[in-house]
């Protein structure tokens, strides 16, 4: 079966200021590099639907909901925090990123296609259940685990976010279920200053120091994270993907290289094989430089796919 890949046109229209790292430019970078590694044809495409209001409520409160939605503007940029912007295309983009991940969990646990990368913006796990931060509106990978959980009726959905910063949003909503395991590694002390003491059995957080390259990473995440995720035995498994732990990007201080995407995603896809039938859903968090994010992007899309 093909890997499905899901995205939207307003997502290239969200666009918080030239001065923003986190800018269309990044789903431009990794649409180019997927046709030049010729693995673009290949996927099954898809257009990422609106999330339903009931589908965000699983994860954030209606208060937060009505006041993101008063806080659009129709000209220039509003300012959720001094990170995350919107201008008058950013709701529309959110919700087709959280709806893209939606979609995402349809089709993987559908059998459509075996797994699915959401090639969306803006990324989700820095959203708390009540807050946008860290350039998140909406916690795109809690939206899509939740709606494993109640939709789909599975009892068990890990997330491994291997974005270079701590998955505070995805903790804060999931803290408390232990359906949901959440195994986060991460440059610490580093944005946004949390996660390292906050852990429980099912909240794995792996704090790293700064200038953690390929084999110290790969050693705690086979160390501390793998026998948590084999004895939890998910039946979905869901990527935080960020890749911006590239030793080419200079938003953290992390050395790891586009075999080191390759060999996590490998070691996700053992734990979807052995206990999830192979069902994973891979949604896009950081990743700042473009070259360094378009060919990462494209690795850990062609180790997904088998090909």
């Known amino acids: 079966m093909h890997t499905a890949y899901i995205t939207h046109p307003s997502c290239l229209q969200h666009n918080m200021g030239d001065w923003h790292p986190e800018s269309p430019a990044r789903l431009r970078a990794i649409d180019d590099r997927l046709h030049a590694a010729h ?30 939605e008063a806080a659009a503007p129709r000209e220039g940029v509003h300012m959720l925090d001094p990170d995350t912007g919107m201008n008058p295309h950013s709701l529309e983009a959110a919700r087709h990123a959280a709806g893209g991940a939606v979609m995402a969990v349809d089709r993987v646990i559908q059998g459509a296609e075996a797994n699915a990368f959401v090639a969306t913006r803006p990324p989700g796990h820095h959203a708390t259940r009540n807050q946008a931060m860290g350039f998140c509106i909406f916690n795109n990978v809690a939206v899509a685990a939740a709606h494993a959980l ?10 491994v976010d291997f974005d270079v910063h701590h998955g505070n949003g995805t903790e804060d909503i999931f803290h408390d279920d232990p359906r949901v395991m959440l195994c986060s590694t991460f440059q610490h002390p580093y944005y946004p200053f949390r996660g390292a003491g906050s852990g429980n059995e099912h909240i794995i957080n792996v704090p790293l120091p700064a200038g953690t390259a390929g084999p110290a990473y790969r ?6 994270i793998m026998p948590r ?4 035995r998910p039946q979905m498994l869901c990527c935080s993907a960020g890749f911006d732990g590239h030793r080419e990007d200079d938003m953290a201080q992390f050395g790891l290289v586009e075999a080191d995407y390759v060999w996590i995603t490998e070691q996700v896809m053992g734990v979807a094989a052995r206990h999830a039938e192979r069902r994973i859903v891979s949604v896009l968090e950081g990743g700042y430089d473009l070259s360094a994010l378009g060919r990462s992007v494209a690795a850990h899309i062609k180790t997904l796919a088998a090909l």
């Open 39 to 68: 693995l673009f044809d290949f996927l099954a495409h898809h257009e990422a639907p609106c999330v339903h209001r009931s589908q965000l409520l699983r994860v954030h409160d209606a208060a937060y909901l009505d006041a993101v």
């Open 219 to 224: 050693e705690a995440f086979s160390a501390q």
């Open 150 to 159: 109640e939709q789909h009726g599975l009892e068990r959905v890990a997330i």
């Open 229 to 232: 995720l084999e004895a939890f």
